[in-house]
C-alpha cells in the first residue's frame, strides 16, 4: 500500500502563493507518475499538473504559467507552487501517483485531499 499525505493548503490572497506537498510512503515517488487534480462541489475532478517519472510536466491551460510541480527526490515528495492565485483556484487539491511498482497490485493511488481557498 502506498500513502500520499497532502500539505500546505489553506487561504490565499488573489495575486498571492500557495506552496502544497505530497509525501509518498516507502520513498516509492520514483515508481509514479505524480499529479495534482482538484475538485470543487458538485464539479468533476480537474487534473492541474502532472510530472513523470522522467520529470516531464505538463499543466492544465487554466494555470499554465502560474503553477509549477516538482520533484523533490531527497525528501520523496511531489510539491504544487502555485502563484498569481485567483478566487477560482479555489478547490480541494488532491495528490495522485500513477504507476506500477513490483510488489503491488494496485497502480492508482489518491491522497486524502487538502484545501485551497482563494479570497480577499
Known amino acids: 500500500q502506498v500513502l500520499l499525505v497532502e500539505s500546505g493548503g489553506g487561504w490565499g490572497q488573489p495575486g498571492g502563493s500557495l506552496r502544497l506537498s505530497c509525501l509518498v510512503s516507502g520513498r516509492l515517488a520514483r515508481y509514479f507518475d505524480m499529479s495534482w487534480y482538484r475538485q470543487t462541489t458538485g464539479d468533476q475532478r480537474e487534473l492541474v499538473a502532472t510530472i513523470t517519472t522522467s520529470d516531464v510536466t505538463n499543466y492544465a491551460d487554466s494555470v499554465q504559467g502560474r503553477f509549477t510541480i516538482s520533484r523533490d527526490h531527497a525528501k520523496n515528495t511531489v510539491n504544487l507552487q502555485m502563484r498569481n492565485l485567483r478566487p477560482e483556484d479555489t478547490a480541494v487539491y488532491y495528490c495522485?501517483?500513477?504507476?506500477?511498482?513490483?510488489?503491488?497490485?494496485?497502480?492508482?493511488?489518491w491522497g486524502q485531499g487538502t484545501r485551497v481557498t482563494v479570497t480577499s
Open positions: 495522485n501517483a500513477n504507476g506500477h511498482v513490483p510488489g503491488l497490485q494496485e497502480d492508482d493511488f
